[in-house]
Structures are given as structure tokens and as C-alpha cells.
């Protein structure tokens, strides 16, 4: 692994630039997507605004969180491997959380094919609390990058 440590050179600042870019797309996803499922959810199974939502909630996941997830995650490792992060506990913690968005984005996608199906199983305060779980990730992972606490 040692032999990664410093391949990027002179373009490990724009790949840098280009993760932070990504994640901050990704975020606004994982934002988006259950404020949506909140508006979703009070509509009636089979409307015409269901019909909408399950069409707005599709777009968000196959435009914009997919594919930031994918190229956060393709960066996110190239600049791990760059800085020779494995090993490290503020990075092992960081990839715990970015693991645990990573699940949290599929728990959306299934819900939200609940919701299409015109299942309701949560409650609106559940989804809304739901909201608040990348904004706490992101809050850490910052603290985990840039102080490095342990």
C-alpha cells in the first residue's frame, strides 16, 4: 500500500477539489431526498401527486445521488491511498461514517420504494428526525479530516 502514498502528485489538489465538489452534491442528495419523502408521505397513495413524487423522488436518487455517491466514494479512496490514510483512526472513524451514509442512502432508496408502492410505515416526526442523520455525519467527518483527533 505504501507505494500509493504520494501517486497523485501535482493533481492531488483538483482531485481534492473535485471530492469536495462531489460530496457536497452527495449532501445535498441525502438533504433533499426525506424532505421529499415528508411531502411524499402526506399525499394519497395512487394521486396524481403521488405520481409526481415517486417520479421527483427517482430523479433525485438516479441523478444526483447515485452517481455523487459513486464518485465520492472513486476520489474519497484515490486520496486515501494518496495520503496513505488506511490504518489511521481519524480515517478508519471517517470511513465508518461515510459507510454508514452509504447504507443510509440505500435505506432511502427501499423506503422510497415503500412509498411508490404506496406504503406508509413510518411516521412524518420519524422522517423528519431522519432527515437530521447526514447533516450529523458531515458535521463529524469534518471534525475527523481536518483535526484528525486521534
Same mark, same amino acid.
Given at each position: ?7 497523485? +502528485?501535482?493533481?492531488? $489538489?483538483?482531485? /481534492?477539489?473535485?471530492?469536495? /465538489? ?6 445535498? +442528495?441525502?438533504?433533499?431526498? &426525506? #424532505? ?24 433525485? #436518487?438516479?441523478?444526483?445521488?447515485? $452517481? ?37 442512502? +440505500? ?13 406508509? &410505515? ?11 442523520? &447526514? ?13 484528525? $483527533?486521534?
Amino acid at each position: 500500500m505504501n507505494n500509493w502514498v504520494g501517486f497523485l +502528485g501535482n493533481a492531488y $489538489p483538483w482531485v /481534492t477539489a473535485a471530492h469536495v /465538489t462531489f460530496v457536497i452534491f452527495w449532501m445535498a +442528495g441525502l438533504f433533499l431526498l &426525506p #424532505r421529499f419523502y415528508v411531502y411524499h408521505h402526506a399525499t394519497a397513495a395512487g394521486s396524481v401527486e403521488d405520481r409526481a413524487w415517486i417520479e421527483r423522488n427517482s430523479r433525485v #436518487r438516479s441523478i444526483i445521488l447515485t $452517481p455523487a455517491m459513486l464518485i465520492v466514494w472513486a476520489l474519497g479512496l484515490l486520496l486515501a491511498f494518496h495520503i496513505g490514510a488506511f490504518g489511521q483512526h481519524w480515517f478508519d472513524a471517517k470511513l465508518l461514517l461515510v459507510l454508514g451514509l452509504t447504507g443510509y442512502q +440505500g435505506w432511502l432508496g427501499a423506503y422510497g420504494r415503500k412509498l411508490a408502492a404506496g406504503q406508509r &410505515p413510518l411516521a412524518n416526526r420519524t422522517l423528519r428526525i431522519m432527515n437530521e442523520i &447526514p447533516g450529523i455525519a458531515t458535521a463529524l467527518i469534518v471534525v475527523l479530516v481536518i483535526v484528525k $483527533p486521534f
